[in-house]
């Protein structure tokens, strides 16, 4: 059983950055960002494999950069130019396969990290 941590969420305002951390409990081939906020449906932000190969929503790219140290099994999201519509609750994700992260039907979640951007 692998354990997901994140950190790194908090209050921003528009414009500005945060950086997200998610550390994980073993060795994760491919992991990823969901995020979901009050009242609608969660989304896949980025994601990333073991070897570096990423993928970005398009309300997001430019923005955001997905990033992974594999000796510390730990993924990062790197998020800048803010927007008020990024807040949600950010949540990592790792599985195997990179196109089961991107399906939303990993096996590993993490508790999320809450992310408010205000204007």
């Known amino acids: 059983q692998v354990q997901l941590v994140e950190s790194g969420g908090g209050l921003v305002q528009a414009g500005g950055s945060l950086r997200l951390s998610c550390a994980a409990s073993?060795?994760?081939?491919?992991m990823g960002w969901y995020r979901q906020a009050p009242g609608k449906q969660r989304e896949l932000v980025a994601a990333?494999?073991?070897?570096?190969?990423?993928n970005y929503a398009d309300s997001i790219a430019g923005r955001f950069t997905i990033s992974r140290d594999n000796a510390k099994n730990t993924v990062y999201l790197q998020m800048d130019s803010l927007k008020p519509e990024d807040t949600a609750a950010y949540y990592c994700?790792?599985?195997?396969?990179?196109?089961?992260?991107?399906?939303?039907?990993?096996?590993?979640w993490g508790q999320g990290t809450q992310v408010t951007v205000s204007s």
């Open positions: 073993g060795s994760i081939f491919s």
């Open positions: 994700t790792a599985d195997l396969r990179l196109s089961t992260v991107m399906s939303g039907v990993s096996r590993y």
């Open positions: 990333i494999t073991r070897g570096g190969t990423t």
